[in-house]
């Protein structure tokens, strides 16, 4: 079964925003001067606020954002942010990949900028609603 | 960037308690869009049966970055930071993080390899109360790349 996709746009406020809410203030994240220096096309997202946002997808569809048991993802491709208003886009989609027995439903999940993928294995096992 | 094989098994002393205050996890929620009363209201989490607000799942890396970063600027494994970027994240949790915990985190590195140049360093931190409830088990692999 496949999940109503979900798309999240991201733009370099978002970035300082999650930057000062982690702590995670690494200047490949704001600096285009910094990125740029150490070999990356521009500012990207945290690889993390990307996760943060799938995660978001995750517990809307599992419906409750307490039942997550377990998560996790492999960061292929960074998420380059253009410095203007519309930023970029994150599509987020699934697949109920197995529901099991004692009420887990394990998703694989699919995440994409600009039509490539920006993670991979990435997986989700959500408790079934209550 | 070559990393030493040694180092796997080795453990970090647990780091300081991490106070989760219900602000922080509004402001993390907030920042990733998270708009659910659960992370905002206590009352919309305690009818989930929480005793205060809930954390969003990967809120747990605000609490590990301390032990993270333990490891990362061990003089003795020597990861040059600069070159150091995210590959893998993992989180396994027995419950979420909610606020009013207070968190502490054991580290131990997993996993060191080279290849192709690059070194892979897979960490993982056990999070738990000064209880000593665990709450969530965090995973972590690094790539430090290698000079091209």
């Known amino acids: 079964m496949e999940l109503p996709a979900k798309t999240f746009q991201v733009t370099r406020a978002d970035l300082v925003r999650y930057a000062g809410a982690s702590g995670d203030f690494n200047p490949i994240h704001w600096s285009d001067r910094f990125a740029t220096k150490v070999g990356l096309p521009g500012v990207i997202a945290h690889g993390m606020f990307t996760m943060a946002l799938v995660g978001r997808a995750v517990t809307e569809w599992a419906g409750a954002p307490d039942a997550v048991v377990d998560y996790g993802v492999r960061f292929t491709r960074p998420v380059v942010v253009p410095d203007d208003d519309q930023g970029t886009e994150i599509e987020v989609t699934a697949v109920v990949r197995e529901v099991t027995e004692d009420g887990l439903t394990r998703l694989d999940v699919t995440a994409t900028c600009l039509g490539e993928k920006v993670l991979s294995q990435a997986r989700a096992t959500i408790r079934t609603a209550r | ?148």
Not at chain 2, 4 to 20: C, E, H, I, K, N
Not at chain 2, 68 to 74: A, M
Not at chain 2, 93 to 98: A, D, G, I
């Open chain 2, 1 to 148: 960037m070559s990393l030493d094989p040694s180092f796997v098994g080795r453990t970090y002393p647990p780091t300081a308690p991490y106070q989760v205050g219900r602000e922080k996890i509004r402001e993390f929620a907030t920042a990733i869009g998270a708009t659910d009363p659960v992370h905002h209201d206590p009352a919309a989490a305690r009818a989930l049966g929480h005793p205060d607000v809930v954390a969003p799942p990967t809120f747990p890396v605000v609490v590990t970055m301390a032990a993270s970063r333990q490891i990362v600027e061990d003089p003795a494994l020597g990861v040059d930071y600069s070159r150091v970027v995210h590959g893998d994240q993992r989180f396994a949790y027995n419950r979420p993080v909610v606020a009013g915990d207070e968190l502490v985190c054991a580290s131990t590195i997993e996993d060191v390899s080279t290849r192709g140049g690059h070194g892979f360093l897979t960490t993982r931190t056990d999070v738990s109360t000064v209880a000593g409830e665990p709450v969530v088990a965090v995973w972590s692999k690094i790539v430090v790349r290698g000079e091209a």
